[in-house]
């Protein structure tokens, strides 16, 4: 089974622009994982960010963005907010089967 | 609106089995997959399975496989997840999840169900 990696935390300043990645054990992510990326914050149920790579929910803020970088799928936060302080996790589908990272701590401070 | 509505919390002893259910709402319950995924205590997703509604097909995380069991009934557009021989590192918040046909990802979520077992 694959394993799907995330760093386990990250910082970034008020206003700031931030990137999380996604790589998987297998090789380059690509489209055909069809990335998706969730921001949990505690005591709550996840909320899905970005689908399909790149694609945003009618609920997904402006300032997050879902791409490919060198390899891996990239979330990538633009004039981070006091809100968006939570756990991020990347999700990559494999024939049907889909796998987790381990979830990235975001701290806005 | 869409909605997933999960059963209440749960508390089990070790070795019985747990059944959750979640009832989806607000769309044509055999048009989307529906995936469910735990979250032990201070821990990261984790993934279990995926049921196809329309036909009642499955597919298992390697896991689980032989210890889940995930049905559906589309008369009350309700889908199931059973998890047998529980064990204490079986203790989580269980959520279910619609998953796109195509892409297989989730979009909307359940509030979670609360599972404990203890002796």
């Known amino acids: 089974q694959a394993v799907v990696t995330q760093e386990p935390s990250l910082t970034v300043s008020p206003g700031g622009t931030v990137t999380l990645t996604c790589g998987s054990s297998?090789?380059?992510?690509?489209?055909?994982?069809?990335p998706y990326w969730f921001q949990q914050k505690p005591g709550q149920a996840p909320r899905t960010l970005i689908y399909?790579?790149?694609n945003k929910h009618s609920w997904t803020p402006a300032r997050f963005s879902g791409s490919l970088l060198g390899g891996k799928a990239a979330l990538t936060l633009s004039g981070a907010q006091p809100e968006d302080e939570a756990e991020y996790y990347c999700?990559?589908?494999?024939?049907?089967?889909?796998?987790f990272g381990g979830g990235t701590k975001l701290t806005v401070l | 609106q869409v909605q997933l509505v999960q059963s209440g919390a749960e508390v089990k002893k070790p070795g019985a089995s747990v059944k959750v259910s979640c009832k989806a709402s607000?769309?044509?319950?055999?048009?989307?997959?529906m995936h469910w995924v735990r979250q032990a205590p201070g821990q990261g997703l984790e993934w279990m399975g995926i049921?196809?509604?329309?036909?009642?097909?499955?597919s298992y995380a390697q896991k689980f496989q032989g210890r889940v069991t995930m049905t559906r009934d589309t008369s009350t557009s309700t889908v199931y997840m059973e998890l047998s021989s529980l064990r204490s590192e079986d203790t989580a918040v269980y959520y279910c999840?619609?998953?796109?046909?195509?892409?297989?990802?989730?979009?909307?979520w359940g509030q979670g169900t609360t599972v404990t077992v203890s002796s």
């Open positions: 999840a619609r998953g796109d046909v195509v892409t297989y990802g989730m979009d909307v």
């Open positions: 607000g769309y044509t319950f055999t048009s989307y997959y």
């Open positions: 049921i196809n509604p329309s036909g009642g097909s499955t």
């Open positions: 297998t090789g380059a992510v690509t489209s055909g994982h069809y």
């Open positions: 399909d790579t790149s």
């Open positions: 999700l990559l589908s494999y024939s049907g089967a889909s796998t």
